[in-house]
């Protein structure tokens, strides 16, 4: 089956790898590199430099609604078009491209999180169960009829990051069942339940603040959904700090007031967080234990 892969992180990688090792990937689509960091230095997608690494060539068009952007992509006469974070929406000259059509990989169990952080908003909402889903696109956002979905649980104290891993090589994997049913004529297109369907919007620094008078376990999974980014934040002795790692504790107490310094416990609206691993502004990550030695923090004092 003749292939062009359309995606631009990390979470698209796996996917663009397990395809180039089973199918002809004819080309990759991504988009353009950009500036990255204090210095702004032009950097390539991750998919980019796998499809590089892979000696797949590769196109940047900035935008897919252009005729030139059309024609470079039917110019590989693709049987199917595989679309994984790639950032754009895709127009319906685009969708009708290939004969199978366009094939997204999304990561969570459609129609429940559709939108932008599918990932995040799972780990925030404390969900016990996620997965993949491989759907045929249309012109909706993650509207398309569902052909596959692999279900995997989520642990008490994963991280955003650590999901976001795993389900990037789930989607590897679900999107060669996907192709090798479709070729067989072993999926039927299931329509997507609106009644069930829920949006996620692009997660920003505007939720990065914790409010302690919220309970231990709103507050846990605040701090491991925002995890690798853009990472929870407290004002702690005096300083903004951000929180990467924190577990549920035994105590209770008035919320935001700290119940231990070693391990650092501090009290919620309901129960209680033991902050694992703290950054204060303009400084390296370090163990609650070594931000304690360095800060005056003493039991009793509130963080709110």
Known sequence: M?????????FAVPALQALAAAHEVAAVFT???KPVGRKQILTPPDVKVCAQTLGIPVCQPASMKTADALAQLQAYAPDVIVVAAYGQILPKAVLDVPRYGCINIHGSLLPKYRGAAPIQQAVLNGDPVTGVTTML???????GDILLTKETPIGENETSAELFDRLSQLGGKLILETLSALEQGTVTPQKQDEALATHTAKIDKSRCPVDFTQTARQIHNQIRGLYSWPVATAQISGKRVKIHQARLSAGSGAAGTVLSLKPLVIACGEGAVELLTLQPEGKKKMTAEAFVAGHPLHVGDSVL
Request: net charge negative; aromatic share 6%; no cysteine.
């Open 31 to 33: 988009q353009p590199d």
């Open 137 to 143: 696109m249309d012109e909706g956002l993650d509207t």
């Open 2 to 10: 003749k292939i062009v892969y359309m995606g631009t992180p990390d």
